[in-house]
């Protein structure tokens, strides 16, 4: 079999998708979410800032875990800046005060698995 | 209407994908991983593989421990007995430890002797050496970058630019920082490392290694000859490398396009790997030590194995002043600038190098 040959493809701004690595913090209480609330937490921050219209764009939750509350999602780049605002700006999940930590933003997926920020 | 589109602009990132082969002469992956100096996690993944081999286990933990300095003022790497010992006698690392690149003063030794310090405006300004400002400044330069190469002839110690570097760091603005360092096959015997710093608080560390194996994960059918895949018969390499990201983060690939939650599903064609080793090591890994690693995964594939490839993934520090060799680096929104191996087992190899919106295009 021949070797590969030599190829280079640079890609400027080519990601489709940004990648978001968040954590919901509530500010006294150790209150618990399913996948499927936590979506819709997120859905109706969105929906509060920018209304039915300006909210439809499709993001997904790649992962959470429901004993931290942290979460990686995935969104498209062109919603990328609303779906920030959104969560930055929420405050509070059923009467609760609660707010959105944005820990890692990245339009590549394989970046979030490693974060110098946290190293101990 | 400008708002709204502005609205959905996103920060500029690069990828670069090659596609290449080990033994082609002018293949230089050699150079990509040696000039990419400050790596804070690596991780592999082997395909159709139960346990870590037996090799790769043995370079694993033979990592070269580092150390974490206390308070360490930047001065004493000039001090003639350290940059004779320790400098100039090769493969140095340093790094100014939970330093932000995005607001505080970073710094950081090269192996090959230069001394890069990222400072604020203000600093700068009181040390007075001669430096740039930084290329991710926005109209009013707030942040400038300032190198010294110790390796240098006019630097050396008794020379007037040598005098006028030490006194503006240790009588002008003592500059001092936590730091992690590490060095490659320091002479133990005549002058270890650790003598540097007695008088400081100092710590050593071992990296931390991780091992799991994964079972029945979709995988994609990749070629190594097709960078941008082949309609049903392989996948590019960008869906490659998002599926990379999904299975190295433990994310679920068998969704189905209706699901409510999520929509990503390992892309056609594919595979199921019956179990995948994944191991990641964290710590100040040197480029040597990734090198070894490289070479250990190229090795594997010597005896005949199921896995049609294997993929080795380094990450390096987000608040590094430099990515690769010594173009600057900085940090805004991300501080990605990461690089993967796919190794093939015909020593094909893809290689991946991405950055964010603050710094160079990857080499």
Redo the contacts between chains.
Sequence with gaps: EEPASYERLVLKNASVYHYLRISLVFQDSDKRLSEAQFKQLIISALRDLYGEIGAAFPFDVLKFEENTLKAIIRVLSSGLVKLWSALTLLGSYQNEPCAFRIIQVSPLLLALSGNSRDFE | LTMLT????????????????F??E??RHDVHVAGHYFN??V?VLIPECGTLPSGLKSIVNSIAKYYLVKNFPIYKILEEKFLEKQVKAGSLCALSYKT?IDQDNTFALLPTGKLVLSLDKDTYEDLGLEGQPSQYNHKVPVRYVITVDLADKSLAPGTNKYKRVMWALKEKVQLRSDFLMAKHKPDEEECPLASCFTDYQYKEYKPSVSTQTLSDVPCPVIH??H??GQAEESCD??EF??W???V?????CNNEAST?????CCPDPRIIMGKACLCTV?GFLLPENIYQLLEEIRHYFDEPKFAPWSTL?V?????SPVSWSTAEHGFH????N?Y?FVI?R????WL?M?T?AHDA?PP
Excluded: W
């Design positions: 502005d609205l959905e602009k996103c920060p500029r990132h690069l990828l670069v994908c090659e596609k290449s082969n033994l082609n002018k293949s804070y996690k991780s932000r190594s000859k960078l941008k390499s960008q490398v998002e990379l990201g999904a190295t983060a433990g994310i679920e409510f939650l999520s929509t990503y964290t993934t990450h390096g520090f987000s608040d929104k991300g501080g990605e990461m993967s093939f015909n020593d094909d190899y991946y991405a964010g295009c």
